[in-house]
């Protein structure tokens, strides 16, 4: 007998997301995600001036704060044929590869740690075992037995209080956490400790870019000044700065987060290393050119897509193309004008939101209708995985040096086959691995940006700013890999303001409904088979879960068209 159960809202998230799964015998049967909320950016940028969207859509989230904006600048410079100075590009990718440190870390400790680490067994730790342990996995200087005693101390202060605080509502005790005491009482104080640190990494923004979160950008560039000299520009003590902090992050990063990724890796690679695959297509748009946006054979992180996991061959991908990229509304709360049958590529999208059948609030989905907000994109109608580990896999088959042997030698640490790579455990795992490679590519682009500001300074290209030198109409694409992974916004211009604005988030090609033949997208069949110990503690289920970083949108209220209130949700 089966039995479904409904986890919403999910939390540690970003935006609002129900799963609801079908348990029977102890695993789950099938599943479905739901995207409970409506975005209406697309819609409020229409008719505005194309430089100018970088601002609104900036503002679709915090969390991956400035892809977007990042986006949209591409697509307009792609619009109308606008080259970025290359000090521009070093900027933009030092910004990227920042946002990929500062994401992944507190993806991996604030967002998915409590589904490894049991924080109330880390009470019953010995702090000196504890240090022996860490000491062992790296020479981080916050490791003696004192250290892991006052942050028991901390902890217990909470516990006894009867206030967990932030620690409150976890499923403590739970028998699918298998780390030792000792083990649990690192991770809690490596918790503790990246709160501090992810404040210090996000300065890099504020140089650059005015602020953290929504840093400023502008098509064409950069909207900031280098001049060693003066006091008003990003001179010498603020480039300065800038190193200290990613040599700073370097630092945390390859002797705080990699060796307590592979702590958990070690204690969870039987069981959850096969666990949690879902789909076997991914997908990568590449990011981090070093020689000129769109010549993707000089980027960091290659394009491509792999096809039922052969990792031997990396097909192209043109997300540009009508023939590759569609988003179906089948079972989207949407409506198509050529029905809702059809599929349509971003260029001639449409963000309808006149549906009148079913909708929120319910008991349960009706998987048979609409059950979501999200669309479902396909590339030549298949689902895909994207994010860290797509990007890692794509790398790998494509034959980049530098992930494939890195991949090589942490599957030899862990002594797992590179099929151990499609599961929750690798999907986290490579998460962590991508955030070893943008800390050193980080540094690779400040030391280029250095060499060149001597001799050429310009970050913003003016040739093609005026309006009388565009095009009437034009269209672009701007690609991106935002931390989640494939981004694509794409923008059609009619005398000089947008007349249609789409986007494509990574969270829309992994949490999307299944299609109208029945296709399930990443979420749902990375669900299906795993265990689940008791239906009412569902925490496979967010571990799970939790493995693709869900970021839906920010928080939305829904009204109906007379403008009355129907539903909220806020995240806890």
Not at 36 to 43: F, H, L, P, S, W
Not at 415 to 425: E, Q
Request: aromatic share 10%; with cysteine.
């Amino acid at each position: 007998m089966s039995e479904r159960i409904v986890v919403d809202p999910i939390t540690r998230i970003e935006g609002h997301l129900r799963i609801e799964a079908e348990i029977e015998n102890g695993r789950i049967k099938d599943a479905y995600s739901s995207g409970t909320m409506v975005r209406g950016i697309e819609t409020i940028v229409r008719d505005r001036d194309p430089r100018d969207v970088w601002a609104f859509v900036g503002r679709v989230c915090g969390v991956c704060t400035s892809m977007h904006s990042l986006a949209s600048v591409r697509a307009v410079e792609n619009a109308f044929g606008i080259a970025v100075p290359f000090n521009a590009e070093l900027v933009r990718n030092i910004m990227e590869a920042v946002l990929y440190m500062h994401d992944h870390v507190v993806h991996f400790y604030h967002l998915h740690a409590l589904d490894w680490v049991d924080v109330v067994a880390s009470l019953k730790a010995n702090p000196s075992a504890a240090s022996d342990i860490a000491q062992k996995n790296s020479p981080w200087r916050n490791h003696s037995t004192g250290y892991f005693k006052s942050v028991q101390e901390r902890i217990k202060k909470f516990a006894d209080s009867g206030q967990m605080g932030i620690f409150a509502n976890g499923y403590w005790g739970h028998p699918a956490y298998k780390l030792n005491s000792e083990q649990n009482l690192i991770a809690v104080a490596h918790y503790l400790e990246a709160l501090e640190w992810q404040k210090e990494i996000v300065k890099v923004h504020t140089v650059f870019g005015g602020k953290n979160p929504h840093p400023n950008y502008v098509v064409g560039g950069m909207p900031v000044s280098i001049n060693l000299e003066e006091a008003n520009a990003v001179n010498t003590e603020r480039l300065a700065l800038v190193k200290q902090k990613l040599d700073a992050a370097k630092e945390f990063i390859n002797q705080v987060y990699i060796p307590d990724l592979l702590m958990i890796a070690e204690v969870y690679k039987n069981e959850w290393g096969q666990i949690g695959g879902g789909i076997s297509n991914y997908m990568s748009y590449g990011d981090f050119p070093t020689a000129g946006y769109g010549v993707l054979d000089s980027y960091k992180m290659p394009a491509g897509i792999i096809l039922n996991r052969d990792l031997s061959k990396a097909y192209p991908v043109d997300p540009a193309s009508p023939k590759e990229i569609e988003e179906y509304v089948y079972r989207s709360w949407y409506t198509y004008s050529k029905g809702d049958s059809a599929g349509l590529h971003p260029f001639e999208g449409e963000t309808n939101l006149n549906y009148t059948g079913p909708k929120p609030p319910y008991e349960h989905l009706d998987i048979n209708d609409k059950y979501s907000w999200i669309k479902t994109p396909r590339w030549k109608d298949l689902p895909m995985e994207v994010g860290p580990l797509a990007r890692l896999l794509v790398a790998y088959a494509s034959g980049a040096e530098q992930q494939k042997e890195l991949v090589d030698s942490t599957l030899m640490k862990l002594d797992l086959p590179v099929d151990a790579l499609f599961s929750t455990l690798g999907r986290t795992a490579a998460r962590g691995l991508e955030t070893l490679l943008t800390a050193d590519w980080a540094l690779e682009f400040y030391d280029a940006l250095l060499q060149r500001i001597e001799s050429d300074s310009r970050m913003v290209n003016h040739e093609k700013w005026k309006e009388e030198k565009w095009a009437k109409q034009a269209q672009g694409v701007g690609l991106a890999e935002a931390p989640r992974g494939a981004l694509s916004h794409y923008i059609n211009i009619r005398n000089n303001r947008v007349e249609n604005y789409q986007m494509v988030v990574p969270t829309t090609w992994n949490a999307s409904p299944r299609d109208e033949k029945g296709n399930l997208s990443a979420y749902e069949a990375s669900l299906i088979g795993t265990p689940v110990h008791d239906p009412k503690i569902p925490l496979e289920i967010l571990r799970t879960i939790h493995s693709f970083d869900p970021c839906l949108a920010c928080a939305v209220h829904l009204y109906d068209e007379k403008g009355n209130y129907v539903h909220h949700l806020d995240i806890v």
